[in-house]
């Protein structure tokens, strides 16, 4: 499994790094990015922080655990801001809080995402044809989520993809030990998102490449 947004207590998780990716190891992960909500008053805190956790436990143990963050109910018009300053303290994953269904996010958080070229617009709920279509040119995945509540709109946002040819990948949203998957059960719930298994295969290649570009850009980290 490749996981590119997850959770530790630097937010909303209820696991420090090390047990979060070591847990992660025993599910059978290759990579884990660790992605905690941020927004303009703690990127400063957050990614060094979990950078200096990845790059330790990532000479240890047998997976290779990258820094991100998960931008979350910013203001659209800050995006572009936001994303380059987490880049520029070493964000390997940027990940934008999607207009889930299941939130109050602010309307056109979903194109300034992508306008502002984030790695991976999660949980884009409703997303229009449009939105998908600049996610495509501007090489930013799409996600399909195996997060309850969230997960709703995973059969509409393939559809969208499908349409468009925007890139997918899939994430758990990991906040608690029992949010991480197996690729077996990735793989469901990708079908009941109406996505075929040829397909499933280009999901984890997309994620993979997405990962290996990341290791490529900041590869001391590992």
Same mark, same amino acid.
């Given at each position: 499994?490749?996981?590119? *947004?997850?959770?530790?207590?630097?937010?909303?998780?209820?696991?420090?790094?090390?047990?979060?990716?070591?847990?992660?190891?025993?599910?059978?992960?290759?990579?884990?990015?660790?992605?905690? *909500?941020?927004?303009?008053?703690?990127?400063?805190?957050?990614?060094?922080?979990?950078?200096?956790?990845?790059?330790?436990?990532?000479?240890?143990?047998?997976?290779?655990?990258?820094?991100?963050?998960?931008?979350?109910?910013?203001?659209?018009?800050?995006?572009?801001?936001?994303?380059?300053?987490?880049?520029?303290?070493?964000?390997?994953?940027?990940?934008?809080?999607?207009?889930?269904?299941?939130?109050?996010?602010?309307?056109?958080?979903?194109?300034?995402?992508?306008?502002?070229?984030?790695?991976?617009?999660? *949980?884009?709920?409703?997303?229009?044809?449009?939105?998908?279509?600049?996610?495509?040119?501007?090489?930013?995945?799409?996600?399909?989520?195996?997060?309850?509540? *969230?997960?709703?709109?995973?059969?509409?946002?393939?559809?969208?993809?499908?349409?468009?040819?925007?890139?997918?990948?899939?994430?758990?949203?990991?906040?608690?030990?029992?949010?991480?998957?197996?690729?077996?059960?990735?793989?469901?719930?990708?079908?009941?998102?109406?996505?075929?298994?040829?397909?499933?295969?280009?999901?984890?290649?997309?994620?993979?490449?997405?990962?290996?570009?990341?290791?490529?850009?900041?590869?001391?980290?590992?």
């Amino acid at each position: 499994m490749i996981d590119l *947004h997850t959770h530790s207590l630097f937010s909303d998780g209820v696991l420090v790094p090390s047990e979060l990716v070591r847990r992660a190891v025993m599910k059978g992960y290759e990579v884990i990015a660790i992605t905690d *909500h941020g927004d303009a008053s703690n990127l400063d805190f957050i990614i060094p922080r979990v950078t200096t956790a990845c790059r330790e436990l990532g000479k240890r143990w047998k997976i290779k655990a990258l820094p991100g963050i998960e931008l979350t109910h910013v203001p659209p018009e800050t995006f572009g801001a936001l994303t380059k300053k987490a880049r520029k303290l070493g964000a390997m994953i940027v990940v934008a809080h999607g207009e889930t269904l299941v939130e109050p996010v602010h309307p056109g958080t979903n194109r300034a995402a992508i306008e502002a070229k984030v790695d991976i617009l999660a *949980h884009p709920g409703l997303i229009t044809r449009e939105e998908a279509e600049l996610a495509a040119k501007n090489g930013v995945c799409l996600e399909i989520t195996t997060r309850k509540g *969230h997960s709703l709109s995973n059969g509409h946002v393939a559809k969208m993809a499908g349409a468009t040819g925007a890139k997918l990948v899939i994430d758990t949203d990991t906040h608690e030990p029992g949010d991480l998957v197996t690729d077996d059960f990735a793989r469901t719930v990708l079908l009941g998102a109406g996505i075929g298994r040829r397909q499933m295969d280009e999901i984890f290649q997309n994620s993979r490449e997405l990962a290996e570009r990341a290791i490529k850009k900041f590869g001391s980290i590992v």
